[in-house]
């Protein structure tokens, strides 16, 4: 398998796929493209005609959409078991996951993905906190009623907590306040050697966007790559 993937700094849409296949422990090759270099579209569009990350490539299959990508890879590896085997908690991930994929609006667009950044308290309003206050009780519920089974949502690692660590990432970035239940379960996920593997990868990336990161100007980044 291959996955083509955006900056890991940036883009949470890829994360979730990388880290799904990084979690159920699949060997792929990593196809990284960077998101703010002239040409990215049409660099991305070789593997994908939507022309966007994350794309997964499987031999002549080709699956665009983070979503898309974790069905697929969850059908292709049954063994893997990335969606609860119980028929209504299969359909309860699944609910999350697409939740997660089509909502939460004010969240992603005022607490954009930003891997490395410490940033306590931009963006947060009264609408960000709705989300988060959603969030927050999908992970506690879930928490209270698996405990027993397993540290993730449903006791075993699945799509489910792919699909929710971008926004663990970003409750890190902003320094969100959770409720109990919610935060030991996001900083569970943020240890990860998967997830601090993606970070590690974040930081050595030259790129950034100096609106969310001026400190980045430091001579001892006179590498850097400035956007915006």
């Known amino acids: ?14 994360l979730r796929p990388w880290l799904l296949l990084r979690q159920a422990g699949v060997d792929f090759e990593e196809i990284p493209v960077s998101l703010f270099a002239p040409g990215s579209a049409e660099q991305i569009a070789r593997y994908s005609p939507a022309a966007k990350v994350p794309v997964l490539i499987d031999g002549s299959v080709v699956v665009w959409d983070s979503l898309a990508i ?3 890879v969850a059908e292709r590896l049954p063994e893997k078991r990335l969606w609860p085997a119980d028929p209504a908690e299969r359909a309860h991930a699944r609910a999350i996951c697409a ?5 939460f609006a004010n969240l992603r667009s005022q607490l954009p993905m930003n891997a490395t950044a410490v940033l306590p308290g931009r963006g947060w309003n009264v609408a960000v906190q709705r989300d988060v206050e959603r969030v927050a009780r999908i992970w506690g519920e879930l928490r209270e009623r ?12 699945t799509v489910a ?3 929710y660590a971008p926004v ?3 409750f890190a970035t902003y320094g969100i306040h959770l409720p109990d239940a919610a935060k030991a379960y996001a900083d569970f996920i943020l240890a990860l050697p998967s997830m601090q593997q993606w970070i590690a990868g974040a930081r050595a990336e030259r ?5 969310d990161e001026p400190y980045r100007l430091a001579p001892e980044r006179a590498d850097a790559i400035i956007i915006g």
């Open 70 to 72: 974790s069905e697929y």
């Open 207 to 211: 790129e950034f966007v100096v609106a």
């Open 99 to 103: 939740e997660m994929h089509a909502g």
């Open 146 to 157: 698996n405990a027993a089974r397993g540290p993730f949502l449903f006791g075993d690692f």
């Open 168 to 170: 663990v990432s970003r």
């Open 161 to 163: 907590d792919a699909y």
């Open 1 to 14: 398998m291959k996955l083509v993937i955006g900056n890991k700094n940036y883009s949470s849409w890829s």
